[in-house]
Protein backbone atom coordinates (compact mmCIF):
# COMPACT_ATOMS: atom_id res chain seq x y z
CA UNK A 1 0.00 0.00 0.00
CA UNK A 2 1.44 3.46 -1.01
CA UNK A 3 1.29 4.41 2.82
CA UNK A 4 3.80 6.92 3.58
CA UNK A 5 2.93 8.82 6.72
CA UNK A 6 2.39 12.16 4.70
CA UNK A 7 0.58 10.16 2.19
CA UNK A 8 -1.95 8.95 4.51
CA UNK A 9 -2.33 12.60 6.43
CA UNK A 10 -3.12 14.27 2.92
CA UNK A 11 -5.47 11.90 2.21
CA UNK A 12 -7.48 11.99 5.11
CA UNK A 13 -7.70 15.48 5.66
CA UNK A 14 -8.36 15.69 1.75
CA UNK A 15 -11.16 13.55 1.93
CA UNK A 16 -12.74 14.70 5.27
CA UNK A 17 -11.96 18.41 3.93
CA UNK A 18 -14.50 17.39 1.00
CA UNK A 19 -17.37 16.38 3.11
CA UNK A 20 -16.98 19.12 5.63
CA UNK A 21 -17.72 21.57 2.09
CA UNK A 22 -20.90 19.47 1.64
CA UNK A 23 -21.79 19.58 5.45
CA UNK A 24 -21.39 23.04 5.13
CA UNK A 25 -24.61 23.60 2.38
CA UNK A 26 -26.43 21.71 4.48
CA UNK A 27 -25.63 23.40 7.81
CA UNK A 28 -25.83 26.45 6.34
CA UNK A 29 -27.68 26.74 2.97
CA UNK A 30 -30.23 24.17 2.41
CA UNK A 31 -33.00 25.33 4.41
CA UNK A 32 -32.72 28.81 2.37
CA UNK A 33 -31.99 27.29 -1.27
CA UNK A 34 -35.42 25.04 -0.32
CA UNK A 35 -37.51 27.91 0.98
CA UNK A 36 -36.51 29.37 -2.42
CA UNK A 37 -39.14 27.07 -3.78
CA UNK A 38 -42.03 27.58 -1.69
CA UNK A 39 -41.27 24.25 -0.21
CA UNK A 40 -42.77 24.27 3.65
CA UNK A 41 -40.83 24.10 6.69
CA UNK A 42 -42.23 20.58 7.13
CA UNK A 43 -41.00 19.55 4.11
CA UNK A 44 -37.08 21.43 4.58
CA UNK A 45 -37.27 18.80 8.16
CA UNK A 46 -37.71 15.99 6.22
CA UNK A 47 -35.45 16.57 3.36
CA UNK A 48 -32.79 16.75 6.46
CA UNK A 49 -33.80 13.50 7.99
CA UNK A 50 -33.67 11.47 5.01
CA UNK A 51 -30.21 13.15 4.09
CA UNK A 52 -29.41 11.45 7.94
CA UNK A 53 -30.43 7.97 6.85
CA UNK A 54 -27.52 6.56 5.09
CA UNK A 55 -25.36 7.89 8.31
CA UNK A 56 -27.48 5.16 10.16
CA UNK A 57 -26.99 2.76 7.46
CA UNK A 58 -23.27 2.85 7.57
CA UNK A 59 -22.91 -0.23 9.73
CA UNK A 60 -23.77 -2.24 6.87
CA UNK A 61 -22.07 -0.30 4.38
CA UNK A 62 -18.79 -0.69 6.56
CA UNK A 63 -20.05 -4.74 6.69
CA UNK A 64 -19.80 -4.71 3.10
CA UNK A 65 -16.17 -3.08 2.66
CA UNK A 66 -14.70 -5.16 5.51
CA UNK A 67 -16.18 -8.16 3.68
CA UNK A 68 -15.76 -7.95 -0.01
CA UNK A 69 -12.66 -7.09 -2.02
CA UNK A 70 -14.23 -5.11 -5.18
CA UNK A 71 -12.98 -5.76 -8.52
CA UNK A 72 -9.79 -6.76 -6.71
CA UNK A 73 -8.65 -3.26 -5.77
CA UNK A 74 -9.10 -3.68 -2.15
CA UNK A 75 -11.39 -3.41 0.92
CA UNK A 76 -11.50 0.34 1.02
CA UNK A 77 -10.22 2.22 -2.45
CA UNK A 78 -13.17 1.16 -4.78
CA UNK A 79 -16.03 2.20 -1.89
CA UNK A 80 -14.54 5.35 -1.96
CA UNK A 81 -14.24 5.97 -4.78
CA UNK A 82 -17.85 4.74 -5.80
CA UNK A 83 -18.75 7.13 -2.87
CA UNK A 84 -16.92 10.07 -4.18
CA UNK A 85 -18.13 9.95 -7.83
CA UNK A 86 -21.68 9.57 -6.50
CA UNK A 87 -21.55 12.92 -4.64
CA UNK A 88 -20.23 14.55 -7.70
CA UNK A 89 -22.74 13.06 -10.13
CA UNK A 90 -25.86 13.92 -7.75
CA UNK A 91 -24.22 17.53 -7.31
CA UNK A 92 -24.42 18.12 -10.69
CA UNK A 93 -27.99 17.08 -11.18
CA UNK A 94 -29.15 19.39 -8.18
CA UNK A 95 -29.66 22.00 -10.29
CA UNK A 96 -32.18 20.92 -12.65
CA UNK A 97 -34.44 19.27 -10.02
CA UNK A 98 -37.41 22.01 -9.14
CA UNK A 99 -37.90 20.61 -5.29
CA UNK A 100 -41.52 22.37 -5.16
CA UNK A 101 -42.51 20.42 -8.28
CA UNK A 102 -40.54 16.93 -7.97
CA UNK A 103 -39.88 16.70 -4.44
CA UNK A 104 -39.80 13.27 -4.12
CA UNK A 105 -37.17 12.99 -6.70
CA UNK A 106 -35.13 15.92 -4.74
CA UNK A 107 -35.77 13.57 -1.81
CA UNK A 108 -33.93 10.45 -3.69
CA UNK A 109 -31.49 12.59 -4.82
CA UNK A 110 -30.54 14.05 -1.14
CA UNK A 111 -30.35 10.21 0.01
CA UNK A 112 -28.22 9.08 -2.87
CA UNK A 113 -25.81 12.30 -2.34
CA UNK A 114 -25.36 11.59 1.43
CA UNK A 115 -25.30 7.45 0.88
CA UNK A 116 -22.04 8.56 -1.38
CA UNK A 117 -20.54 10.51 1.31
CA UNK A 118 -21.64 7.94 4.07
CA UNK A 119 -19.67 5.29 1.67
CA UNK A 120 -16.72 6.93 1.53
CA UNK A 121 -16.65 8.22 4.99
CA UNK A 122 -16.97 4.62 6.57
CA UNK A 123 -14.38 3.32 3.90
CA UNK A 124 -11.78 6.06 4.94
CA UNK A 125 -12.42 5.33 8.33
CA UNK A 126 -11.93 1.53 7.53
CA UNK A 127 -8.56 2.42 5.79
CA UNK A 128 -7.13 4.64 8.46
CA UNK A 129 -8.22 1.55 10.69
CA UNK A 130 -6.37 -0.51 8.83
CA UNK A 131 -2.93 1.47 8.36
CA UNK A 132 -2.72 3.67 11.49
CA UNK A 133 -0.33 2.49 14.55
CA UNK A 134 -1.38 2.83 17.69
CA UNK A 135 1.01 5.76 18.40
CA UNK A 136 -0.73 7.94 15.86
CA UNK A 137 -4.36 7.39 16.48
CA UNK A 138 -4.89 10.77 18.09
CA UNK A 139 -2.66 12.11 15.35
CA UNK A 140 -4.96 10.75 12.61
CA UNK A 141 -8.42 11.45 14.42
CA UNK A 142 -7.46 15.13 14.36
CA UNK A 143 -6.34 15.07 11.17
CA UNK A 144 -10.06 13.74 10.32
CA UNK A 145 -12.06 16.29 12.69
CA UNK A 146 -9.63 19.58 11.82
CA UNK A 147 -10.01 18.99 8.20
CA UNK A 148 -13.77 18.58 7.84
CA UNK A 149 -14.06 21.44 10.65
CA UNK A 150 -11.86 23.49 8.32
CA UNK A 151 -14.08 22.41 4.73
CA UNK A 152 -16.84 23.52 7.25
CA UNK A 153 -15.81 26.73 7.80
CA UNK A 154 -13.83 27.74 4.70
CA UNK A 155 -16.42 26.90 2.10
CA UNK A 156 -19.80 27.97 4.18
CA UNK A 157 -18.99 31.89 3.15
CA UNK A 158 -17.75 30.35 -0.43
CA UNK A 159 -20.67 28.91 -1.56
CA UNK A 160 -22.89 31.59 0.12
CA UNK A 161 -20.82 34.37 -1.57
CA UNK A 162 -21.55 32.19 -5.08
CA UNK A 163 -25.36 31.14 -4.38
CA UNK A 164 -25.75 35.10 -3.70
CA UNK A 165 -23.55 36.98 -6.55
CA UNK A 166 -23.53 33.79 -9.24
CA UNK A 167 -25.87 31.60 -9.04
CA UNK A 168 -27.33 28.49 -7.01
CA UNK A 169 -27.03 26.33 -10.11
CA UNK A 170 -22.63 27.51 -9.49
CA UNK A 171 -22.65 26.68 -6.24
CA UNK A 172 -23.68 22.97 -6.70
CA UNK A 173 -20.96 22.86 -9.41
CA UNK A 174 -18.65 24.27 -7.05
CA UNK A 175 -18.98 21.87 -4.54
CA UNK A 176 -18.84 19.34 -7.31
CA UNK A 177 -15.38 20.45 -7.76
CA UNK A 178 -14.53 20.24 -4.20
CA UNK A 179 -15.62 16.59 -3.71
CA UNK A 180 -13.00 15.90 -6.38
CA UNK A 181 -10.23 17.46 -4.80
CA UNK A 182 -9.46 13.94 -2.86
CA UNK A 183 -9.55 11.77 -6.16
CA UNK A 184 -6.22 11.97 -7.34
CA UNK A 185 -4.60 10.43 -3.91
CA UNK A 186 -7.18 7.80 -4.40
CA UNK A 187 -6.22 6.92 -6.88
CA UNK A 188 -2.48 6.32 -6.49
CA UNK A 189 -3.96 4.32 -3.37
CA UNK A 190 -2.61 0.91 -3.87
CA UNK A 191 -3.81 -1.41 -0.61
CA UNK A 192 -1.92 -4.80 0.11
CA UNK A 193 -3.30 -7.91 1.30
CA UNK A 194 -5.20 -8.25 4.45
CA UNK A 195 -3.29 -9.75 7.49
CA UNK A 196 -4.23 -12.80 9.18
CA UNK A 197 -5.67 -10.23 11.85
CA UNK A 198 -7.74 -8.21 9.71
CA UNK A 199 -9.28 -10.71 7.90
CA UNK A 200 -13.13 -10.55 8.29
CA UNK A 201 -14.85 -13.02 10.21
CA UNK A 202 -18.49 -13.14 12.53
CA UNK A 203 -16.41 -13.96 15.56
CA UNK A 204 -14.88 -10.30 15.37
CA UNK A 205 -18.61 -9.01 17.06
CA UNK A 206 -17.83 -10.64 20.26
CA UNK A 207 -15.69 -7.54 21.14
CA UNK A 208 -18.70 -5.83 21.74
CA UNK A 209 -19.44 -8.23 24.95
CA UNK A 210 -16.48 -6.36 26.47
CA UNK A 211 -17.48 -3.80 29.21
CA UNK A 212 -14.86 -1.58 28.07
CA UNK A 213 -16.48 -1.15 24.69
CA UNK A 214 -20.00 -0.96 25.75
CA UNK A 215 -18.66 2.09 28.73
CA UNK A 216 -17.17 3.36 25.44
CA UNK A 217 -20.21 3.71 23.55
CA UNK A 218 -22.11 4.99 26.71
CA UNK A 219 -19.26 8.02 26.76
CA UNK A 220 -20.01 8.65 23.43
CA UNK A 221 -23.61 8.93 23.82
CA UNK A 222 -22.86 11.29 26.54
CA UNK A 223 -20.02 13.40 25.24
CA UNK A 224 -22.21 14.04 21.62
CA UNK A 225 -25.56 14.43 23.51
CA UNK A 226 -24.00 17.33 25.39
CA UNK A 227 -21.68 18.92 22.81
CA UNK A 228 -24.31 18.82 20.23
CA UNK A 229 -27.48 19.95 22.56
CA UNK A 230 -25.06 23.18 23.90
CA UNK A 231 -23.63 24.00 20.61
CA UNK A 232 -27.28 23.82 19.08
CA UNK A 233 -28.62 27.15 21.68
CA UNK A 234 -25.20 28.98 21.77
CA UNK A 235 -25.94 31.54 19.04
CA UNK A 236 -30.44 31.65 19.84
CA UNK A 237 -28.43 32.32 23.28
CA UNK A 238 -26.50 34.81 22.34
CA UNK A 239 -29.64 37.00 20.03
CA UNK A 240 -32.03 36.37 22.86
CA UNK A 241 -29.67 37.35 25.63
CA UNK A 242 -27.70 40.10 24.53
CA UNK A 243 -29.30 41.19 21.04
CA UNK A 244 -26.06 40.11 18.89
CA UNK A 245 -26.87 40.90 14.75
CA UNK A 246 -27.22 38.09 12.32
CA UNK A 247 -23.44 38.85 11.12
CA UNK A 248 -21.94 38.57 14.98
CA UNK A 249 -24.04 35.16 14.68
CA UNK A 250 -22.10 34.08 11.89
CA UNK A 251 -19.05 35.51 13.28
CA UNK A 252 -19.37 33.68 16.32
CA UNK A 253 -20.07 30.34 14.25
CA UNK A 254 -17.02 31.36 12.82
CA UNK A 255 -14.91 31.27 15.80
CA UNK A 256 -16.36 28.04 16.99
CA UNK A 257 -15.21 26.52 14.08
CA UNK A 258 -11.65 28.01 14.44
CA UNK A 259 -11.45 26.36 18.01
CA UNK A 260 -12.72 22.70 16.32
CA UNK A 261 -10.16 23.13 13.91
CA UNK A 262 -7.73 23.88 16.77
CA UNK A 263 -9.20 21.19 18.85
CA UNK A 264 -8.89 18.32 16.40
CA UNK A 265 -5.51 19.26 15.31
CA UNK A 266 -3.60 20.37 18.44
CA UNK A 267 -5.88 17.48 20.30
CA UNK A 268 -4.67 15.07 18.33
CA UNK A 269 -1.30 15.84 18.92
CA UNK A 270 -1.72 16.34 22.57
CA UNK A 271 -3.96 12.33 22.36
CA UNK A 272 -0.42 10.50 21.17
CA UNK A 273 1.90 12.10 23.77
CA UNK A 274 -0.49 12.45 26.57
CA UNK A 275 -2.14 9.02 26.29
CA UNK A 276 -6.05 8.68 25.58
CA UNK A 277 -7.34 8.85 29.50
CA UNK A 278 -5.27 11.82 30.29
CA UNK A 279 -6.78 13.20 27.27
CA UNK A 280 -10.70 12.29 27.79
CA UNK A 281 -10.20 14.09 31.66
CA UNK A 282 -9.12 17.29 29.78
CA UNK A 283 -11.54 17.57 26.92
CA UNK A 284 -14.08 16.69 30.31
CA UNK A 285 -13.02 19.48 32.06
CA UNK A 286 -12.56 22.14 29.12
CA UNK A 287 -16.17 20.98 28.05
CA UNK A 288 -17.46 21.62 31.72
CA UNK A 289 -16.02 24.82 32.03
CA UNK A 290 -16.91 26.77 28.98
CA UNK A 291 -20.35 25.38 28.40
CA UNK A 292 -20.63 26.45 32.37
CA UNK A 293 -19.36 29.87 31.64
CA UNK A 294 -21.81 30.33 28.92
CA UNK A 295 -24.51 29.91 31.58
CA UNK A 296 -22.56 32.46 33.59
CA UNK A 297 -21.28 35.22 30.85
CA UNK A 298 -22.05 38.69 30.88
CA UNK A 299 -21.79 40.00 27.65
CA UNK A 300 -21.40 38.98 23.98
CA UNK A 301 -17.71 39.49 24.01
CA UNK A 302 -16.62 37.06 26.94
CA UNK A 303 -18.76 34.83 25.38
CA UNK A 304 -16.78 35.16 22.07
CA UNK A 305 -13.77 34.25 23.89
CA UNK A 306 -16.05 30.85 25.53
CA UNK A 307 -17.08 29.91 22.93
CA UNK A 308 -13.40 29.48 20.84
CA UNK A 309 -12.89 27.26 23.97
CA UNK A 310 -16.41 25.25 23.68
CA UNK A 311 -15.31 24.98 20.08
CA UNK A 312 -11.69 23.40 21.31
CA UNK A 313 -12.99 21.11 23.56
CA UNK A 314 -15.69 19.83 21.35
CA UNK A 315 -12.89 18.59 18.89
CA UNK A 316 -10.62 17.76 21.34
CA UNK A 317 -13.83 15.78 22.57
CA UNK A 318 -14.65 14.13 19.31
CA UNK A 319 -10.72 13.41 18.36
CA UNK A 320 -9.87 11.58 21.48
CA UNK A 321 -13.16 9.70 21.50
CA UNK A 322 -12.83 8.94 17.62
CA UNK A 323 -9.20 7.95 18.28
CA UNK A 324 -10.10 5.67 21.53
CA UNK A 325 -12.80 3.77 19.68
CA UNK A 326 -10.17 2.84 16.80
CA UNK A 327 -7.97 1.54 20.10
CA UNK A 328 -11.10 -0.78 20.98
CA UNK A 329 -11.64 -1.86 17.81
CA UNK A 330 -11.59 -5.32 16.42
CA UNK A 331 -9.62 -4.87 12.62
CA UNK A 332 -11.41 -8.21 11.58
CA UNK A 333 -14.66 -5.84 11.59
CA UNK A 334 -12.90 -2.99 11.74
CA UNK A 335 -15.03 -0.12 9.27
CA UNK A 336 -18.30 -2.73 10.98
CA UNK A 337 -17.28 -2.01 15.03
CA UNK A 338 -16.21 1.60 14.15
CA UNK A 339 -19.42 3.01 12.75
CA UNK A 340 -21.34 0.78 15.15
CA UNK A 341 -19.64 3.24 17.77
CA UNK A 342 -20.11 6.17 16.13
CA UNK A 343 -23.93 5.39 15.38
CA UNK A 344 -24.26 5.41 19.31
CA UNK A 345 -22.70 8.58 19.54
CA UNK A 346 -24.56 9.60 16.43
CA UNK A 347 -27.89 8.48 18.91
CA UNK A 348 -26.47 10.72 21.95
CA UNK A 349 -26.75 13.88 19.59
CA UNK A 350 -30.08 13.45 18.39
CA UNK A 351 -31.04 12.91 21.87
CA UNK A 352 -29.29 16.16 22.69
CA UNK A 353 -30.62 18.43 20.45
CA UNK A 354 -34.28 17.18 21.12
CA UNK A 355 -34.07 17.63 24.79
CA UNK A 356 -32.20 21.44 24.91
CA UNK A 357 -34.91 22.60 22.19
CA UNK A 358 -37.31 21.89 24.95
CA UNK A 359 -35.45 22.50 28.26
CA UNK A 360 -34.79 26.20 26.45
CA UNK A 361 -38.58 26.43 26.95
CA UNK A 362 -38.83 24.93 29.98
CA UNK A 363 -35.80 26.65 32.29
CA UNK A 364 -34.37 29.31 29.94
CA UNK A 365 -31.01 28.91 28.39
CA UNK A 366 -28.62 29.60 31.07
CA UNK A 367 -29.88 27.20 32.86
CA UNK A 368 -30.18 24.95 30.22
CA UNK A 369 -26.55 25.37 29.63
CA UNK A 370 -25.46 24.62 33.32
CA UNK A 371 -27.53 21.29 33.07
CA UNK A 372 -25.21 19.93 30.16
CA UNK A 373 -22.19 21.20 31.40
CA UNK A 374 -22.25 19.29 34.60
CA UNK A 375 -23.07 16.52 32.54
CA UNK A 376 -19.75 16.05 32.18
CA UNK A 377 -19.63 14.73 35.27
CA UNK A 378 -21.20 11.44 34.47
CA UNK A 379 -18.39 10.83 32.63
CA UNK A 380 -16.21 10.19 35.40
CA UNK A 381 -17.49 7.04 36.50
CA UNK A 382 -17.31 5.47 33.06
CA UNK A 383 -13.56 6.07 32.61
CA UNK A 384 -11.99 3.10 35.21
CA UNK A 385 -13.93 1.11 32.17
CA UNK A 386 -12.98 2.34 29.13
CA UNK A 387 -9.54 2.94 30.27
CA UNK A 388 -8.70 -0.20 32.89
CA UNK A 389 -5.32 0.72 32.99
CA UNK A 390 -4.92 4.17 33.67
CA UNK A 391 -2.73 3.79 35.67
CA UNK A 392 -0.19 2.71 32.87
CA UNK A 393 -0.40 5.23 29.93
CA UNK A 394 1.30 2.87 28.14
CA UNK A 395 -1.45 -0.20 28.16
CA UNK A 396 -2.87 2.49 26.21
CA UNK A 397 -0.87 2.54 23.09
CA UNK A 398 -0.23 -1.56 23.60
Known sequence: ??????????????????????????????????????????????IGLIALIPFVLKIFLGLISDRFNLFHLGHRKPYILIGLLTQF??????????????????????FLLMAGQALYDTSTDGLALDTTSPEEEGTVQGIMVGGRALGVVLISSVIGWVAQ??????????????????????LLLHESERTAQQRFTWKGFSAFKSSEVIALGI??????????????????????????????????????????????????????RLGQSRSVVIAILLSLVSILGL????????ALVLVLVFGFAFGFYETVYFATSMRVTDLRIAATMFAILMGIANLGTGIGLALSGSMVDWIG???????????????????????????LEKAETH
Open 89 to 110: LCLLLVPYIHPGRQFALFAFLA
Open 219 to 272: LGALYSMIINAANQIVNPFLQQTFQISVSFAGFTTTIWGIGVILGGVLGGIFTD
Open 1 to 46: MKSSRSFRFALFALIYFAEGAILSYFTALNGIYLLSFDVSMTQVGL
Open 365 to 391: FRYTFAFFALLNLLAFPLLSLVFPNRA
Open 165 to 186: HASWTWMFYLLALLTLIPLPLV
Open 295 to 302: SLTPDAML
